[in-house]
């Protein structure tokens, strides 16, 4: 059974999940995979281009924080997806051996108009690496059950 | 050297990439990784999700787009990265043996105010299956170098 529902997400909950640690090895597998550009496969092109070294791609950083907050939340959470994604911003570099911590907070929720039994929570998340520098945010609607359909949202 | 400029993207300006095979193992395989939710790992326990069957991470739906574009146009292209994205939404399941092909469409452009060298080229790119379904669409400003640095944008 889920340990949390539409009802317990507003304004004013926050959470924080890892530190994830980055590895030089999972930077360049994923790279090599799905984003094969240089500043995400070699050290020396790398050095040349906007990151000016080694960098994640930053679809690497968005599937890291997924996995964050999936172990973190939705897992135990009566989660039915997202339908998307507001807003992403890559704003730092993510660099191999960097501890990556997902901070998260609620911008607003509402129940659903058309369907009594579920409701969607606006979540912030924000990735910090271990020199405290923001590198990433994100701001996604969540789709959640309620606990009680129907009552007062 | 680089055979697409700043200027060679303005509205009007379309291609297409693809199609891409995704198989029900590479499906699993990065969920195990990365979005460990049951209707991304298992066809028993998907069937009572959302999904109503097997689907991919939009996540992965957003990564193998990526490998798509970087293949058919930014490793061609004077790329700087994207400072981030706009807007990302999930339309359909993509399922176990579905063949997506990228279609590409420049929103706008514009040169960049403080740095001569460069600009903003804000690309639309939509994704379909073999079903002609659309089953994802993404909104990204990309950063790329002026072919004629400071000349008429």
């Known amino acids: 059974m889920p340990k949390f529902y539409f009802e317990d997400f507003s304004p004013g909950w926050t959470a924080e999940y890892g530190p994830r640690h980055v ?29 000016g070294g080694l960098g994640a791609s930053g679809w690497h950083t968005c599937a890291i924080m997924m996995k964050m907050i999936a172990d973190g939340l939705l897992l135990d959470a009566a989660s039915m997806g997202a339908p998307g994604i507001e807003e992403v911003k890559w704003m730092k570099p993510v660099r191999p051996g960097d501890n990556l911590t997902v901070k998260g907070s609620v911008l607003g929720s509402r129940a659903s108009q058309s369907k009594q039994d579920r409701g969607f929570v606006t979540f912030l998340w924000e990735v910090y690496n271990d020199r405290a520098e923001k590198v990433m945010t994100l701001v996604c609607p969540q789709m959640l059950l309620r606990r009680n359909p129907g009552g007062a949202a």
């Open 23 to 51: 590895t030089r090895e999972e930077i360049i597998g994923f790279a090599s995979q799905f984003d094969p550009q240089p500043m995400h496969l070699d050290e020396e092109a790398a050095r040349g281009t906007m990151l």
